[in-house]
């Protein structure tokens, strides 16, 4: 397994939730690492990304200013801080890993994302 998420779990609107992401070494050390989110009835959602080179980050706007991405290079770890959860954020929440081969894909689209993780799954209760 090169993507490993867990974090996720039950909490009220407001609260807050850490999710990571472990990741070997290799995938660790991809163009990009990023996080989607899948929620029933609805498509794939981006929701940030993290470049490796220089730990540049993207955020979808419906989570601009409440979650924040960051990566840990001593233990090859992404983390996606999540602040002022809402209900519409409930949903299922996947780690994946960019390649540069890609790059005609922005790293919005989830076409750009060549390995992706099991999801962990977030619910906030109103």
């Given amino acids: 397994v090169q993507l490993q998420a867990s974090g996720g779990g039950l909490v009220q609107a407001g609260g807050s939730l850490r ?17 989607f989110r899948l929620a029933p009835g609805k498509e794939r959602e981006f929701v940030a990304s993290i470049r490796w080179i220089d730990d540049r980050t993207i955020y979808a706007d419906a989570v601009k200013g409440r979650f924040t991405i960051s990566r840990d290079n001593t233990d090859n770890t992404l983390y996606l ?6 209900p519409e954020d409930t949903a299922v929440y996947l780690c994946a890993a960019a390649q540069r081969a890609r790059a005609h894909y922005s790293l919005r689209d989830s076409r750009r994302y060549v390995d992706w993780g099991q999801g962990t799954q977030v619910t906030v209760s109103s």
Avoid: H, K, V
Wanted: net charge neutral; with cysteine; aromatic share 14%.
């Fill in 81 to 86: 801080q999540m602040s002022d959860l809402r």
């Fill in 19 to 35: 999710l990571s992401c472990a990741a070997s070494e290799r995938t660790f050390s991809s163009y990009a690492l990023g996080w």
